[in-house]
């Protein structure tokens, strides 16, 4: 009889424990096979990146693993030592990051990064045929003009770029098991199937595990085999993704599906207020610095688009990255100048408002930027960051500010925050005081910038249930940009769909989701995992 083939890891009775003896990791049990796909959710700080880290010894300071064993192909790893660990590392266990950016370094050519791997696990392997194969490995990852990339830097790059080169480099040592700790998590929904579907496929075809850590239930739907659910360390719920996804057993499993996003029937009376916002033929034109032997050049990010914004309505901007729905967020805000074109305000022009016209708009058009934690200032407490807004308003009392701040923060679910650091929040968190300081001076527009694009999905879920109560509260417009069409279809009255700088499609949210006629937005609407996992019956 033949003996049964050992899995590419095997994780048993894993504790991770800080140094003062509390858990963050208790009693984790899991295992990979090989060309298996084997995907680890929960939310943010339930320990599955710290699973993924402790299978490399990449654990950061003050953690360490007090019990369980790791076995990678039946040896025990949890203890070997430094020169087996830098053989595995690479050679034999491939790692994808969540951010390549931080994983580049910004000063180093890709060429010389990607052969850093080669030159350590593959040291008789000549310069010219290192350099031969990483350009190999660039145009299978889809990357058409390999040399020139060879010699770029990694600033030159998108996300989904950066994000290939990384795959490929890790891919390119034909690792036995490629761990992937949210591999796509900005990425636009285009961008990040074009990079799931090449990472499967290409661990498909070298027979490579996979370990894929995440928190978005479509991305798991669409391609693991098996899931894992972990829950402030503790796995509360594992086995086929179908089963799992499709008929929960445990209460948190169902509170991870039902934070998916789902459409909701709206009424049309909702947008018969008067008109906000409008614009009209908008351009907006970077000047791009030229180099050595190279002339400058225009680059236009926004060409000719039009749109309007009534009162209590919530108009959605979505496209891939690139396609210029920021910059028209950041244009409309006077952020960047146009280069043409008209906005008005509630009828007030703002490219010929003065100084007392853009005050006056500033005041009641608030911006909520995607990453509150660079956009806090980490020196100020809570309750000054949020009462900020209201030291130009005028005939408000201390005493009436500091109400209208704890009102503010009452509102969003932090009473009491307001002798806190942004440092001593989660990341849902700090999205509320962010949203809290844009809504303190009751504006009559809010900017939405991928308000919820680095957040686990039942913050998102939290985020998004409060932007809506909040609107009905204050009857503000809300101009929400994003790429997750999972979440616009929730609480988007309208949606324009932009590609290069143009708007290809608008309409009714369920106009366009249900019947849309451009090609660019079909794609956008398939790529979208989340949105596919929610028209399934299964909730």
């Not at 295992?31 to 943010?44: D, L, M, Q």
């Amino acid at each position: 009889m033949q003996s049964e083939i050992p899995p590419v890891l095997e994780i048993t009775g894993l504790k991770i424990g800080l140094l003062q003896g509390q858990l963050v990791v208790d009693d984790v049990s899991l295992s990979v096979g090989r060309g298996e796909v084997v995907a680890v959710v929960g939310e943010s700080g339930s320990g599955k990146t710290m699973v993924a880290r402790s299978v490399l010894g990449l654990l950061p300071p003050g953690l360490a693993r007090s019990e369980g064993i790791i076995r990678f192909n039946g040896e025990a790893i949890q203890q070997a030592p430094w020169k087996r660990m830098r053989a595995l590392r690479g050679g034999e266990i491939g790692m994808v990051f969540q951010e390549p950016m931080v994983s580049l370094n910004p000063a180093i050519r890709i060429g010389k990064q990607m052969e850093e791997g080669l030159a350590i696990h593959r040291p008789k392997m000549g310069r010219e045929e290192r350099r031969k194969l990483c350009a190999d490995m660039l145009r299978r990852v889809g990357i058409d003009d390999a040399e020139r990339c060879l010699m770029a830097f990694p600033h030159e790059f998108s996300g989904g770029m950066r994000q290939r080169m990384m795959l490929a480099s890790v891919m390119m040592l034909e690792p036995k098991l490629l761990i992937a700790d949210e591999p796509t998590t900005a990425l636009d929904s285009l961008t990040q199937r074009e990079v799931l579907d090449l990472m499967v496929g290409l661990t498909r075809e070298m027979g490579t595990a996979v370990l894929l850590i995440t928190h978005d239930l479509g991305v798991v739907a669409r391609y693991s085999q098996r899931c894992v659910v972990l829950e402030k360390g503790r796995l509360v719920e594992s086995g086929p993704t179908a089963q799992v996804i499709g008929a929960p057993r445990e209460l948190y499993t169902r509170r991870l599906v039902e934070a998916i996003p789902r459409p909701r029937p709206r009424d049309g009376a909702e947008r018969a207020g008067e008109v906000v916002l409008s614009v009209e033929k908008l351009h907006v034109t970077f000047r791009r610095r030229g180099g050595l032997f190279q002339r400058a050049t225009d680059m236009r990010a926004v060409k000719g688009v039009d749109l309007t914004v009534r009162a209590g309505e919530t108009v959605a901007v979505v496209g891939g990255s690139g396609s210029g729905k920021t910059t028209l967020g950041r244009a409309i805000l006077r952020l960047v100048e146009p280069s043409g074109g008209t906005i008005r305000f509630k009828g007030m022009p703002l490219l010929q408002a003065g100084r007392a016209g853009m005050h006056s708009f500033r005041m009641a058009c608030q911006l909520i930027s995607q990453d509150p934690y660079s956009s806090l200032d980490p020196r100020m407490r809570v309750g000054d960051i949020v009462g900020e807004a209201l030291r130009l308003l005028d005939g408000m009392s201390a005493s009436g500010k500091h109400s209208r701040i704890e009102e503010a923060l009452a509102e969003v679910g932090l009473a009491g925050y307001e002798r806190r650091f942004p440092h001593q929040l989660s990341g849902g968190q700090r999205q509320r005081v962010a949203i809290a300081r844009a809504l303190i001076r009751r504006p009559e527009l809010v900017i939405a910038d991928e308000p919820i694009s680095a957040l686990d999905m039942t913050i998102q879920k939290q985020i998004l249930d409060l932007l809506e109560s909040l609107q009905r509260s204050h009857g503000f417009s809300c101009l929400f940009i994003s790429h997750d069409l999972a979440a616009v279809r929730q609480i988007a009255n309208r949606v324009i769909v932009m590609q290069e700088g143009r708007i290809v499609e608008q309409g009714e949210t369920e106009a366009v989701f249900e019947r849309s006629d451009h090609p660019y937005t079909r794609a956008l609407l398939e790529a979208s995992p989340a949105l596919t996992l929610s028209r399934k019956a299964i909730l």
